[in-house]
């Protein structure tokens, strides 16, 4: 846990020049930023094979309907004159992390990201480790 403790209170006091530095040192690679922008992803989309893409849109779609089913609507009960109230209500931001580096797992970015947007998460960060040359697999940043 030390170890731990230690790297989150790299990260708070130093930003992104701790995470890239402990890219470097735990994935052997050497990001040039660790945030990748919109139109990175589009590209991405717009690389993989057109299989792959409309095997990613069933897959989101298929998560998303799921996730759906789950929502609830706020629920009231009354027992012995108490009163309890059930709300859901999404938090403004999720974390999701998805394996990576030498391997691709899109099926983990849409089995996270799609059920926080599906629960109104309003900002969805992605955490993916780069592979040996510092870029993230296409596939993963089209997911």
Known sequence: MDAVR???????ARGDE????????????????????RTEMEA???????EVRAALVVAAESIRRHHEGQMRP???????????????????RAGCYA???RAAYPSTVLMTAVPARVAGVDQ???CVPPGPDGSI???TLAA
Request: hydrophobic share 40%; no cysteine; charged share 30%.
């Open 44 to 50: 991405a989309l717009e690389r993989i094979d057109p």
């Open 124 to 126: 969805v960060v992605l």
């Open 99 to 101: 394996p990576g580096g």
């Open 18 to 37: 701790a995470v890239r530095e402990l890219t470097e040192r735990f994935d052997g690679a050497a990001p040039t930023s660790v945030r990748v922008d």
């Open 74 to 92: 706020p629920h009231r009960t009354e027992d012995a004159g108490l009163v309890v109230r059930s709300v859901s209500r999404p938090v403004d």
């Open 137 to 139: 697999v296409d596939v």
């Open 6 to 12: 230690s790297i989150l209170a790299d990260v708070r």
